[in-house]
Protein backbone atom coordinates (compact mmCIF):
# COMPACT_ATOMS: atom_id res chain seq x y z
CA UNK A 1 0.00 0.00 0.00
CA UNK A 2 2.86 2.83 1.22
CA UNK A 3 6.76 2.16 0.42
CA UNK A 4 9.18 4.43 1.05
CA UNK A 5 12.02 3.89 -0.77
CA UNK A 6 15.59 5.54 0.14
CA UNK A 7 13.86 8.44 1.46
CA UNK A 8 15.75 11.32 3.11
CA UNK A 9 14.39 14.99 4.51
CA UNK A 10 17.35 17.09 4.97
CA UNK A 11 16.45 20.96 6.08
CA UNK A 12 19.08 23.50 4.23
CA UNK A 13 20.04 26.91 5.25
CA UNK A 14 21.54 29.13 2.74
CA UNK A 15 22.39 26.48 0.47
CA UNK A 16 23.77 24.23 3.42
CA UNK A 17 22.21 21.38 5.08
CA UNK A 18 21.63 22.32 8.70
CA UNK A 19 19.60 19.02 9.77
CA UNK A 20 18.88 16.04 8.66
CA UNK A 21 15.43 14.15 9.93
CA UNK A 22 15.80 11.23 8.36
CA UNK A 23 18.26 9.26 6.92
CA UNK A 24 17.60 6.42 3.71
CA UNK A 25 14.39 5.12 5.36
CA UNK A 26 13.18 1.89 3.59
CA UNK A 27 9.82 0.96 4.83
CA UNK A 28 6.51 -0.78 3.55
CA UNK A 29 2.92 -0.54 5.21
CA UNK A 30 1.04 -3.24 3.90
CA UNK A 31 -2.77 -2.56 3.29
CA UNK A 32 -5.29 -3.48 6.72
CA UNK A 33 -1.96 -3.50 9.24
CA UNK A 34 -2.23 -1.34 12.49
CA UNK A 35 1.60 -0.23 13.07
CA UNK A 36 3.25 1.68 15.55
CA UNK A 37 5.57 4.36 14.77
CA UNK A 38 8.13 4.66 17.81
CA UNK A 39 10.85 6.70 18.75
CA UNK A 40 11.77 9.17 21.18
CA UNK A 41 10.98 13.29 20.86
CA UNK A 42 13.24 14.58 18.14
CA UNK A 43 13.71 11.03 16.08
CA UNK A 44 12.21 11.90 13.36
CA UNK A 45 9.07 10.06 13.62
CA UNK A 46 6.68 12.70 13.14
CA UNK A 47 8.74 13.74 9.92
CA UNK A 48 8.18 10.31 9.00
CA UNK A 49 4.41 10.59 9.30
CA UNK A 50 4.15 13.53 7.56
CA UNK A 51 6.15 12.17 4.74
CA UNK A 52 3.63 8.97 4.85
CA UNK A 53 0.56 11.13 4.86
CA UNK A 54 1.63 13.18 1.66
CA UNK A 55 1.79 16.51 3.87
CA UNK A 56 5.64 17.21 3.49
CA UNK A 57 7.83 15.92 -0.31
CA UNK A 58 11.37 14.20 0.96
CA UNK A 59 14.49 15.57 -0.38
CA UNK A 60 15.69 12.52 -2.05
CA UNK A 61 13.78 9.50 -3.19
CA UNK A 62 10.36 7.70 -3.52
CA UNK A 63 6.77 7.57 -2.44
CA UNK A 64 4.56 5.01 -3.62
CA UNK A 65 0.82 5.00 -3.06
CA UNK A 66 -0.67 1.59 -4.41
CA UNK A 67 2.48 1.40 -7.22
CA UNK A 68 1.90 5.08 -8.22
CA UNK A 69 5.14 7.49 -7.90
CA UNK A 70 3.68 10.39 -5.81
CA UNK A 71 6.80 12.28 -6.60
CA UNK A 72 5.73 12.81 -10.06
CA UNK A 73 2.64 14.52 -8.76
CA UNK A 74 2.01 18.50 -8.56
CA UNK A 75 0.82 20.04 -5.32
CA UNK A 76 -2.72 20.21 -6.45
CA UNK A 77 -2.80 16.43 -7.51
CA UNK A 78 -1.15 15.63 -4.11
CA UNK A 79 -3.18 17.83 -2.68
CA UNK A 80 -6.45 15.96 -3.43
CA UNK A 81 -4.98 12.49 -3.05
CA UNK A 82 -4.07 13.10 0.53
CA UNK A 83 -8.02 14.56 1.24
CA UNK A 84 -9.49 11.50 -0.85
CA UNK A 85 -6.82 8.89 0.83
CA UNK A 86 -5.49 9.99 4.02
CA UNK A 87 -6.92 10.95 7.42
CA UNK A 88 -5.30 12.61 10.41
CA UNK A 89 -5.76 12.13 13.72
CA UNK A 90 -3.36 14.67 15.90
CA UNK A 91 -2.46 15.25 19.43
CA UNK A 92 -4.05 18.73 19.96
CA UNK A 93 -7.02 17.76 17.91
CA UNK A 94 -7.25 20.59 15.53
CA UNK A 95 -11.03 21.33 16.00
CA UNK A 96 -12.32 24.30 15.39
CA UNK A 97 -14.14 25.86 18.26
CA UNK A 98 -16.38 28.74 15.80
CA UNK A 99 -17.82 25.31 14.15
CA UNK A 100 -20.09 22.54 15.82
CA UNK A 101 -19.15 18.90 16.04
CA UNK A 102 -20.91 18.24 13.04
CA UNK A 103 -19.27 20.80 10.99
CA UNK A 104 -16.29 19.71 12.67
CA UNK A 105 -16.79 16.54 11.34
CA UNK A 106 -18.05 17.33 7.83
CA UNK A 107 -14.85 20.01 6.65
CA UNK A 108 -13.11 17.38 4.97
CA UNK A 109 -16.01 16.98 2.50
CA UNK A 110 -16.14 21.02 2.09
CA UNK A 111 -12.68 20.58 0.37
CA UNK A 112 -13.60 17.23 -1.85
CA UNK A 113 -12.69 17.81 -5.25
CA UNK A 114 -14.62 14.88 -6.86
CA UNK A 115 -18.56 14.10 -5.84
CA UNK A 116 -18.98 11.41 -3.08
CA UNK A 117 -20.88 8.59 -3.91
CA UNK A 118 -22.45 8.96 -0.26
CA UNK A 119 -24.48 11.67 1.48
CA UNK A 120 -21.48 13.47 3.96
CA UNK A 121 -24.47 14.27 6.54
CA UNK A 122 -25.40 10.46 7.18
CA UNK A 123 -21.69 9.48 7.22
CA UNK A 124 -20.55 12.20 9.59
CA UNK A 125 -24.11 11.41 11.60
CA UNK A 126 -23.45 7.65 11.61
CA UNK A 127 -19.84 7.99 13.02
CA UNK A 128 -20.79 10.34 15.93
CA UNK A 129 -23.33 7.59 16.76
CA UNK A 130 -21.19 5.02 16.32
CA UNK A 131 -18.95 6.60 18.94
CA UNK A 132 -21.34 8.08 21.50
CA UNK A 133 -21.51 11.77 20.25
CA UNK A 134 -25.42 11.62 18.92
CA UNK A 135 -26.08 14.57 22.20
CA UNK A 136 -23.15 16.56 21.18
CA UNK A 137 -24.04 16.78 17.38
CA UNK A 138 -24.56 20.82 17.93
CA UNK A 139 -21.86 21.37 20.91
CA UNK A 140 -18.82 23.32 20.06
CA UNK A 141 -15.36 21.74 21.01
CA UNK A 142 -14.71 24.27 24.03
CA UNK A 143 -17.62 22.41 25.42
CA UNK A 144 -16.89 18.55 25.00
CA UNK A 145 -14.39 16.89 27.35
CA UNK A 146 -10.80 16.06 25.49
CA UNK A 147 -11.70 12.41 24.82
CA UNK A 148 -14.79 13.46 23.29
CA UNK A 149 -13.00 15.70 20.95
CA UNK A 150 -10.64 13.04 20.49
CA UNK A 151 -13.29 11.00 19.20
CA UNK A 152 -14.97 13.88 17.15
CA UNK A 153 -11.49 13.99 15.47
CA UNK A 154 -11.12 10.57 14.56
CA UNK A 155 -15.07 10.89 12.85
CA UNK A 156 -13.34 13.79 10.78
CA UNK A 157 -10.46 11.19 9.75
CA UNK A 158 -12.75 9.20 9.21
CA UNK A 159 -15.94 10.77 6.93
CA UNK A 160 -13.64 10.53 3.58
CA UNK A 161 -13.82 6.58 4.02
CA UNK A 162 -10.17 7.04 4.01
CA UNK A 163 -7.82 4.27 3.10
CA UNK A 164 -5.40 5.24 5.96
CA UNK A 165 -5.47 6.74 9.13
CA UNK A 166 -2.20 8.27 10.52
CA UNK A 167 -2.24 9.42 14.33
CA UNK A 168 0.38 11.61 15.84
CA UNK A 169 0.61 10.87 19.85
CA UNK A 170 -3.38 10.78 19.75
CA UNK A 171 -3.69 10.09 23.30
CA UNK A 172 -0.57 12.76 24.28
CA UNK A 173 -3.46 15.15 25.51
CA UNK A 174 -5.59 12.51 27.67
CA UNK A 175 -6.18 10.86 30.98
CA UNK A 176 -4.97 7.05 30.78
CA UNK A 177 -8.33 5.66 31.10
CA UNK A 178 -9.76 8.06 27.87
CA UNK A 179 -6.23 7.39 26.48
CA UNK A 180 -6.98 3.35 26.45
CA UNK A 181 -10.54 3.90 24.78
CA UNK A 182 -8.73 5.69 21.97
CA UNK A 183 -6.05 2.78 21.21
CA UNK A 184 -9.16 0.52 22.45
CA UNK A 185 -11.28 2.38 19.59
CA UNK A 186 -8.66 2.26 16.66
CA UNK A 187 -8.08 -1.42 17.14
CA UNK A 188 -11.68 -1.85 16.44
CA UNK A 189 -11.58 0.40 13.51
CA UNK A 190 -8.54 -1.65 12.23
CA UNK A 191 -10.34 -5.24 13.06
CA UNK A 192 -13.97 -4.35 11.89
CA UNK A 193 -13.16 -1.80 9.31
CA UNK A 194 -10.31 -2.76 7.61
CA UNK A 195 -8.37 1.00 7.74
CA UNK A 196 -4.96 0.82 7.87
CA UNK A 197 -3.89 2.88 10.73
CA UNK A 198 -0.10 4.47 11.57
CA UNK A 199 0.08 5.39 15.38
CA UNK A 200 3.24 7.50 16.05
CA UNK A 201 3.97 7.44 19.74
CA UNK A 202 6.75 7.41 22.24
CA UNK A 203 4.86 5.62 24.37
CA UNK A 204 5.84 1.62 24.64
CA UNK A 205 2.51 1.12 25.94
CA UNK A 206 0.60 2.21 23.48
CA UNK A 207 2.75 0.85 20.52
CA UNK A 208 2.73 -2.86 22.24
CA UNK A 209 -1.14 -2.34 21.19
CA UNK A 210 -0.54 -2.59 17.60
CA UNK A 211 0.31 -5.04 15.53
CA UNK A 212 3.56 -4.22 14.50
CA UNK A 213 5.91 -1.35 15.49
CA UNK A 214 8.67 0.44 14.02
CA UNK A 215 11.37 1.94 15.95
CA UNK A 216 13.06 5.06 14.90
CA UNK A 217 15.99 6.90 16.53
CA UNK A 218 18.15 9.77 14.67
CA UNK A 219 16.24 9.62 11.73
CA UNK A 220 16.74 6.25 10.78
CA UNK A 221 14.80 3.06 11.13
CA UNK A 222 16.33 0.61 13.92
CA UNK A 223 13.81 -2.14 13.85
Excluded at 29 to 48: P, Q, R, Y
Excluded at 67 to 94: A, C, H, M, P
Excluded at 142 to 148: D, E, M, P, T, Y
Amino acid sequence: MIKLSEIWKEYELDGDVVFTALKNINLEINDGEFVGIMGASGSGKSTLMHVIGLLDKPSRGNVFLDGRDISKLDDNETSTLRNEYVGFVFQQFNLLNKLTVLENVLLPTVYARKKLGYDSNEKAMSLLTRFGLTDKVNSYPNKISGGQQQRVAIARALVMNPRLVLADEPTGNLDSKTGEEIIKLFGELNKEEKITIAIVTHEPNIAARTKRIIKIKDGEIIK
